[in-house]
């Protein structure tokens, strides 16, 4: 990631962050919390610099979750560690900007698809990374019908693209602990005149 973007470049990057829908607020867990929805797939990470993330962040996302408990859901769906992960030094760099009164409001962690790697990089390095009380709050989804146990279903809109894998797990268990490789699909096609890729939404009641 790049640390040091020009104005023009930072004005670009953080209008990509938007029209990626990286980060939205919306809905509420069951609850009553406020919802923090963090889709990890749309994540740019090899072109989006980490001193415009934390800026997004301190401008647009964290005054919105100061006044009350709120949760994150995490989308962790076909995310690709050499295009969506931002780098361990990122992510602590990124969590040591969180103004404490947002860390002290967030109450719970849903990690929607988190596969094995996930699981083994926060065992290992997210304990170093992270505070102690973060793994009191975070909750492994492996599928989607799980999370309707924690979330209000017709207040969250999640991609389509989570819903096909989620059907895929069902048939290919085994994918669960990345003893079976996943098939390339085809999600959407970009638009002619923009890299960004076009994802449908279902948001069911």
């Given amino acids: ?21 990286i980060f939205k607020i919306q809905g509420r867990d069951k609850q009553g919390r406020n919802i923090l929805r963090i889709i990890g797939k749309f994540f740019p990470a090899r072109i989006l610099s980490v001193n415009v993330l934390k800026k997004y962040l301190e401008e647009k996302i964290f005054p919105r979750l100061e006044n009350g408990p709120f949760s994150v859901l995490y989308v962790h769906t076909d995310v690709e560690r050499s295009e969506n992960f931002p780098g361990i030094s990122t992510l602590r760099s990124i969590y040591d900007s969180i103004p404490i009164n947002v860390r002290e409001n967030l109450e719970a962690v849903y990690f929607v698809h988190p596969g094995l790697q996930a699981r083994l990089f926060l065992a290992t390095f997210g304990r170093l990374m992270f505070s102690g009380g973060f793994y009191g ?49 085809v999600y959407g096609a970009p638009a ?5 890729p076009t994802y449908s939404m279902r948001c069911i009641s």
């Fill in 192 to 196: 002619v005149d923009s890299p960004v």
């Fill in 137 to 185: 709050k975070l909750r492994y989804i492996n599928r989607l019908n799980f999370l309707w146990d924690h979330a209000r279903r017709n207040e969250i809109e999640i991609p389509d693209f989570v819903y096909d894998h989620d059907e895929d797990l069902e048939y290919r268990p085994m994918m669960d602990y990345g003893l079976e490789s996943d098939h390339p699909r």
């Fill in 1 to 21: 990631m790049n640390s040091h973007p020009s104005q023009s470049e930072s004005d670009q990057e953080q209008h990509l962050i938007d029209k990626l829908g």
